[in-house]
């Protein structure tokens, strides 16, 4: 009797939707209310005698303060609603569908009027920490997006996996649970992205408000971008800016403005070919000074050159003083783009600090076979911190500990800005099962615990897991959830909580009592060749309970 009750019900008619247009507004905005019927079964349009009504209540008092009723109808009906000047705080707004006196269908949710801190108190980075309040501060976090996206991304539903904060697929309530998941693990941060046309949703401020109430601080990425491209993408990322007066917020530590860039492989980088062919010139006067300075014999492109293959850029060999030079160029590629990028943004906001997620930069056991990471000499002075991810170093003790070797090298290169590991992760996930594999839910726990062994020990300023939801992810076939599906603990996130205390006290950076040089622009291999000239004697000083740092011997 129940399923046949069930079936009647769906047949309709229904609330498709009904409510405000944002969840939390600035005060003094007028909301957008409306309702809108979905069409039923039969898709036939809703009788006449049906009728919506709408109202709002304080949510302390439970006084209606607005009411409102009208026909129903499958096109949205709009009214406007202007909370009460000067006042701030959570509303209730309740939308029912009704045939005379008979309630077929309700909707509700809260409506939150909010603004930013009076007397913002910005975080800042300087001498390889951030502070805030005057204060050392870590971002310990992860990169989050709703849990009930898990099981949502086949392509069909793409958009609403990806454009989460959009109108559809934004839920305050899910968020709230999953940020509540969250805080108990004794995470203080989230990463999170919106790309320009979801700020129409207004759902963005929605989740400041909620990350601010939680006192949580948010590395937000404005995508799409990259800052090799940065005129293009401003358009769309400055927009965002402005709707929401992010230049106000303090809950926003930083701004992202790259996901996982690289140089890529040797046919990716021919759209750089004319610029290091100048460069070159500039340096060189001509390509035939330049090929006898370097002793080799450089692949021609027309009039002018092509870049290293991707042997010779991920091996050393007699190509070693070209392929130096091109990274040369490649470094000052960087410094000039994302620099510009960063000025660009910091013109508008000048509060945030400016940075993206560095894929591989700077992993000291990656060649670069696949593709060309960037690396940390062009990026110094081009963002405000380093973020490299750490897929590199998935494994036990022996796989993460050249973490530490990475935040020494970017102290060496950089050593007045921190240091996050944007993204740290394993998939749990296992073809052919439904569950994560007890064997790969172990090696996630063994990762995150020599992991915070090897943050301490470099005095690494910061970490954001990938990610928060657990379950499986089709398309990549994944489950880096730090939680399960239900936000109840794995042994990782046990993991997570109980090393929280200790890592947001430990020292970043760290003080070397023990200084050992390096050489850049020596070896075709970048990062992986300093690491093995230098990794040897770097680990014997760790076995002899020293705290080693590297400078920098040839700049």
């Known amino acids: 009797s129940a399923l046949e009750k069930l079936a009647v019900r769906l047949r309709g008619p229904l609330l498709f939707e009904g409510g405000s247009d944002w969840y939390t507004v600035f005060p003094n905005r007028p909301l957008q209310m409306g309702a809108r019927l979905s069409p039923g079964r039969g898709g036939s349009s809703a009788p006449g005698d049906l009728r919506v009504q709408m109202q ?4 302390t008092s439970r006084r209606v303060v607005w009411q409102q009723a009208w026909p129903a109808s499958q096109q949205s009906t709009l009214a406007t609603w202007t909370p009460p000047r000067g006042q701030r705080g959570r509303w209730q707004v309740e939308v029912t569908l009704r045939r005379g006196a008979e309630v077929l269908d309700a909707l509700a949710h809260d409506v939150h009027v909010w603004d930013y801190a009076a ?8 001498q390889g920490q951030f502070r805030w309040k005057g204060k050392p501060w870590k971002p310990h976090g992860v990169n989050y997006m709703p849990s009930s996206g898990i099981a949502r991304d086949l392509p069909e539903e793409g958009e609403e996996f990806e454009l989460w904060i959009g109108k559809a697929p934004y839920d305050p309530a899910i968020v709230a649970r999953d940020l509540d998941n969250v805080r108990g693990l004794g995470l203080n941060a989230i990463s999170i992205f919106i790309y320009g046309g979801s700020r129409f949703s207004g759902n963005l401020l929605d989740i400041l408000r909620q990350c601010q109430e939680r006192g949580f601080k948010v590395n937000l990425s404005l995508r799409p971008g990259t800052p090799l491209d940065f005129a293009a993408q401003w358009a769309e990322i400055r927009p965002i800016i402005e709707l929401f007066q ?12 790259a996901w996982e860039p690289n140089w890529g492989n040797h046919v990716g980088r021919r759209v750089h070919d004319a610029a290091w062919t100048a460069w070159v010139k500039q340096r060189y006067g001509t390509l035939e000074v330049a090929e006898r300075a370097w002793e080799f ?13 991707d ?3 991920s091996h050393d060999g007699a190509w070693r003083k070209m392929v130096v030079d091109y990274r040369r160029f490649l470094a000052d590629l960087l410094h000039e783009k994302y620099g510009q990028a960063r000025k660009t943004v910091r013109g508008l906001d000048p509060n945030h600090l400016v940075s993206f997620r560095m894929s591989e930069a700077g992993n000291p056991t990656y060649r670069g076979d696949a593709f060309l990471p960037y690396d940390f000499p062009g990026l110094a002075e081009a963002v405000d911190f380093l973020a490299p991810e750490a897929y590199g170093r998935i494994g036990g003790w022996d796989k993460v500990r050249p973490g530490w070797f990475e ?3 970017a102290r060496a290169i950089a050593p007045q800005l921190p240091v996050v590991w944007s993204e740290v992760g394993v998939s749990t996930a296992v073809p052919g099962l439904d569950e994560p594999s007890p064997d790969r839910l172990q090696l996630q726990t063994e990762l995150f615990r020599a992991f915070y062994r090897m ?12 990610w928060n939801a657990g379950g499986f992810r089709a398309g990549e076939n994944s489950d880096y959830g730090i939680l399960n599906p239900d936000g109840t603990d794995r042994e990782a996130s046990r ?6 205390a200790s890592f947001l006290r430990a020292a970043a950076p760290v003080r070397p009592d023990a200084m050992l040089g390096i050489r850049l622009w020596t070896r075709a291999e970048g990062p992986f060749g300093i690491y093995e000239e230098a990794g040897p004697q770097f680990w014997r000083l760790v076995e002899q309970g020293k705290q080693p740092g590297l400078f920098i011997q040839n700049k």
């Open 56 to 59: 709002i209540r304080q949510s």
């Open 119 to 126: 007397r913002p108190q910005f975080i800042t980075a300087a």
């Open 246 to 257: 992010l230049q106000r917020c303090d809950t926003i530590f930083a701004y992202d403005l």
């Open 297 to 309: 014999p450089m692949s021609r492109a027309g009039d002018g050159l092509t870049n290293p293959s």
């Open 311 to 313: 042997e010779q850029v």
């Open 407 to 409: 935040v020494a090298y």
């Open 455 to 466: 943050m301490k020990a470099s005095g690494s300023n910061g970490i954001f897991y990938w």
């Open 495 to 500: 993991v997570i909580r109980e090393n929280a």
